[in-house]
């Protein structure tokens, strides 16, 4: 029997709520209705007055957790799509992420942003929002791109003492599956070797990492071996895994789905190229999506955002150099 990245999602809610009184789950449609995506699908029947309906105000509901987190409890927020957490963007990065900084009273929030596009969706329900939060200081920003660590992460997340902006990437909800659920993890801040490889480094996160495995796999019938990392987490971002990557392999694409200008990528690259230039072959590349709002039109969303075909040539024209 196997387990979708969305049910994760789910009993991992379902566990926090479980082992620890002081959790609960705020969110619009969270409650009878199960949430937009069924992520709390049957919770606030298992667990009555801890699975509450939000009204229609992103700004009300992160800055009720805020102050629910000064005073002792956990709560975890649910935004129905990431591009909406701007709403309440001034409680986020204005009061969550400086609350420890300016009290010294930590401010122990869950924000769940589903995340990234899917056909059809459009510009304002398909932005992936990770790069606006990670610039800010007192945020910790997990995108997962496993079943695996959307369960084990989100648990992480409601346990650390600090806001945690948690990225779920849509797309994966239903196309990613997993035999069982984990009973360890990989900490916080530590990107992972998705796959071995000594030709060329691809760093991604998130729905891009399946996209990147895949061109791995289709190269390795070539003899051409790519090391795919998987950061997990953007901030912390694990700079020592990727440099140790790009000393075995001298060559280094980045990839995200989000849009190119100060984005992840950009800071990778910038990393490496500070940190790590001697062991570079060649200058470092990134891809990400199109610098334009997320068209609806499926043909047109796919052109816009990177897949296997692009991040494929991207590396072909890497390894020629």
């Known amino acids: 029997m196997s387990i979708t990245y969305l049910e994760a999602i789910r009993e991992a809610q379902a566990k926090a709520l479980a082992d620890d009184p002081r959790v609960f789950i705020y969110g619009q449609d969270v409650g009878s209705f199960g949430g937009a995506f069924k992520a709390t699908k ?19 509901m992160i800055g009720s957790a805020v102050g629910a987190a000064i005073e002792g409890m956990r709560p975890i927020i649910e935004i129905q799509f990431a591009d909406f957490s701007t ?9 969550a992420a400086s609350l420890f900084w300016r009290t010294n009273v930590s401010c122990p929030i869950t924000i769940r942003l589903p995340s990234g596009g899917t056909s059809g969706s459009g510009p304002f329900h398909s932005q992936n929002m990770e790069a606006l939060y990670a610039h800010y200081p007192g945020l910790i920003v997990m995108t ?5 660590d959307a369960y084990s992460m989100l648990l992480e997340a409601v346990a650390i003492d600090d806001p945690v902006i948690f990225c779920e990437h849509k797309y994966l909800y239903y196309h990613l599956k997993a035999e069982k659920l984990p009973s360890e993890a990989m900490p916080v801040g530590k990107a992972r070797i998705a796959r071995p490889g000594r030709d060329l480094t691809i760093v991604t996160y998130s729905a891009m990492l399946h996209e990147a495995l895949a061109v791995a796999e289709e190269l390795a019938t070539e003899g051409t071996e790519i090391e795919v990392v998987d950061l997990r987490s953007v901030k912390p971002l694990d700079t020592d895994t990727v440099i140790a990557s790009v000393a075995r392999t001298g060559k280094l694409l980045c990839v995200g789905e989000t849009f190119p200008f100060g984005g ?17 072959d060649v200058a470092p590349q990134r891809l990400n999506a199109k610098d334009t709002p997320v068209p609806f039109h499926p043909n047109l969303w796919a052109a816009h955002r990177p897949t296997a075909r692009s991040i494929m040539s991207a590396v072909r024209n890497l390894l020629q150099n």
């Open 42 to 60: 049957n919770l606030a029947q298992e667990f009555p007055g801890r699975v509450i309906d939000a009204p229609i105000s992103e700004d009300a």
């Open 144 to 148: 997962p791109g496993t079943v695996e």
């Open 264 to 280: 992840v990528t950009a800071e990778v690259i910038a990393r490496v190229a500070t940190e790590a230039f001697d062991l570079l």
């Open 87 to 95: 709403v309440g963007l001034n409680q986020i990065i204005n009061n």
